[in-house]
Nanobody, 124 residues
Framework: VQLQASGGGLVQAGGSLRLSCAAS????????MGWFRQAPGKEREFVAA???????HYADSVKGRFTISRDNAKNTAYLQMNSLKPEDTAVYYC???????????????????WGQGTLVTVSS
C-alpha cells in the first residue's frame, strides 16, 4: 500500500491542525493505521494508532489533545491535533500494517508501509 501524508504546516501554540493520510494500492479497512513523529535530533516515536475495529491508542504525551480517525470508504486516516505545543514540532509519518497484535501497536517495526512525512511546526 502507498501512503500520502498531508496537512502539516506552521501553527501557533494552542492552535490546531488536521493531518491526512491517503492510502492507495490496497484497502486498509482490515489493517492498522498509525501516526509517528520524529523531532530534530530525536528518534521516531509513536503518536497514535487505530485498529480495524475502530479502537484507538495514544501516546501519553498527546492523549486528550490528539484524535485519530479513519474513513474506510475513502481509504484515509486522519490525525486531529488540538492544543498544540512547541514540543509537538516534528515530521509526522503515517504508517499501515496488517495483523499487528495489540502489544506491538507502538512499535515502528510492526508497520510495513510508510508515508513520506509532513512537517508540523508549532511556534511559542
Amino acid at each position: 500500500v502507498q501512503l500520502q501524508a498531508s496537512g502539516g504546516g506552521l501553527v501557533q501554540a494552542g492552535g490546531s491542525l488536521r493531518l491526512s493520510c491517503a492510502a492507495s494500492g490496497r484497502t486498509f479497512s482490515n489493517g492498522v493505521m498509525g501516526w509517528f513523529r520524529q523531532a530534530p535530533g530525536k528518534e521516531r516515536e509513536f503518536v497514535a494508532a487505530i485498529r480495524w475495529s475502530g479502537s484507538t491508542h495514544y501516546a501519553d504525551s498527546v492523549k486528550g489533545r490528539f484524535t485519530i480517525s479513519r474513513d474506510n470508504a475513502k481509504n484515509t486516516a486522519y490525525l486531529q491535533m488540538n492544543s498544540l505545543k512547541p514540543e509537538d514540532t516534528a515530521v509526522y509519518y503515517c504508517a499501515a500494517g496488517y495483523g499487528i497484535i495489540l502489544s506491538m501497536l507502538r512499535q515502528i517495526r510492526a508497520y510495513d508501509s510508510w508515508g513520506q512525512g509532513t512537517l508540523v511546526t508549532v511556534s511559542s
